[in-house]
T-cell receptor, first 113, second 115 residues
Framework: GENVEQHPSTLSVQEGDSAVIKCTYS??????FPWYKQELGKGPQLIID?????GEKKDQRIAVTLNKTAKHFSLHITETQPEDSAVYFC????????????FGKGTHLIIQP | DARVTQTPRHKVTEMGQEVTMRCQPI?????VFWYRQTMMQGLELLAY????????DSGMPKDRFSAEMPDATLATLKIQPSEPRDSAVYFC?????????????FGPGTRLTVL
C-alpha cells in the first residue's frame, strides 16, 4: 500500500517569513495530493490540493508543487501570519480506484511573532 | 455553509461497552469515509462508502467494529465491545468523488475515551 513520509515534524518560523513542508510517497500510481490544516480540537481542513497531471498550484499565500518522477510534493506558505500556526498534514490517494487517503504524520508549524 | 456533522463530540465509556458514532455527510456527496486519529498512528482510514455501498473496510478491526449507512444522510460507526486501545478521535469525511472531483471534507470528530 501507499506510504507517505512528511518532514519536518516541527517547524518554527518568524512571522512574515516563508515555510516549506515536504512529503514523499511510495505508490507511483497515486494521483491526488491534498494538504490539510488542523487546529486544536478541530477536524482537518482542506487548504489546497494538486492532481498528478499538474506540477504546481497556487492560492494566494499557499502553493503546492509536485515532482512525480521523484515522488515528492511540497507545501509553501509565504508571508506567514500568526493564524497559520497549526498542524499541517499531507496526504496521497493511491491508484487502482482506491479513494481513501494515506496521511503523513503531520508538521506542527509555529509562527513566532 | 455545508458541513459534515458528527455526534457525539465527546464520549467516555468503560471497557466492554458498545459505542455508536454518527455522521451526517454534506448533502449531495456520494462518498463517506471514516478515519481514526491517534498520537501513535496518526490519521488512518478505517472504511468508506460510495452511494451507501461499502467499498473498503480493510482498515477496520472486523471483530469489534462495524460501519453502516442506513440512508444517504446518516453513517454510523459502532464498536462492540470497546477496549482502551480504541481511544482516539474518529473523523467522518465526505466528498463527491467522480472524474476530476476528489476533495474530502472532514467533520469535527468524536473524541472517544475508553476506560
Amino acid at each position: 500500500g501507499e506510504n507517505v513520509e512528511q518532514h519536518p515534524s516541527t517547524l518554527s518560523v518568524q512571522e512574515g517569513d516563508s515555510a516549506v513542508i515536504k512529503c514523499t510517497y511510495s505508490d507511483s500510481a497515486s494521483n491526488y495530493f491534498p494538504w490539510y490544516k488542523q487546529e486544536l480540537g478541530k477536524g482537518p481542513q482542506l487548504i489546497i490540493d494538486i492532481r498528478s497531471n499538474v506540477g504546481e498550484k497556487k492560492d494566494q499565500r499557499i502553493a503546492v508543487t509536485l515532482n512525480k518522477t521523484a515522488k515528492h510534493f511540497s507545501l509553501h506558505i509565504t508571508e506567514t501570519q500568526p493564524e497559520d500556526s497549526a498542524v499541517y498534514f499531507c496526504a496521497a490517494r493511491g491508484g487502482g480506484g482506491a479513494d481513501g487517503l494515506t496521511f503523513g504524520k503531520g508538521t506542527h508549524l509555529i509562527i513566532q511573532p | 455553509d455545508a458541513r459534515v456533522t458528527q455526534t457525539p463530540r465527546h464520549k467516555v465509556t468503560e471497557m466492554g461497552q458498545e459505542v455508536t458514532m454518527r455522521c451526517q455527510p454534506i448533502l449531495g456527496h456520494n462518498t463517506v469515509f471514516w478515519y481514526r486519529q491517534t498520537m501513535m498512528q496518526g490519521l488512518e482510514l478505517l472504511a468508506y462508502f460510495r452511494n451507501r455501498a461499502p467499498l473498503d473496510d480493510s482498515g477496520m478491526p472486523k471483530d469489534r467494529f462495524s460501519a453502516e449507512m442506513p440512508d444517504a444522510t446518516l453513517a454510523t460507526l459502532k464498536i462492540q465491545p470497546s477496549e482502551p486501545r480504541d481511544s482516539a478521535v474518529y473523523f467522518c469525511a465526505s466528498g463527491f468523488l467522480a472524474g476530476d472531483y476528489n476533495e474530502q471534507f472532514f467533520g469535527p470528530g468524536t473524541r472517544l475515551t475508553v476506560l
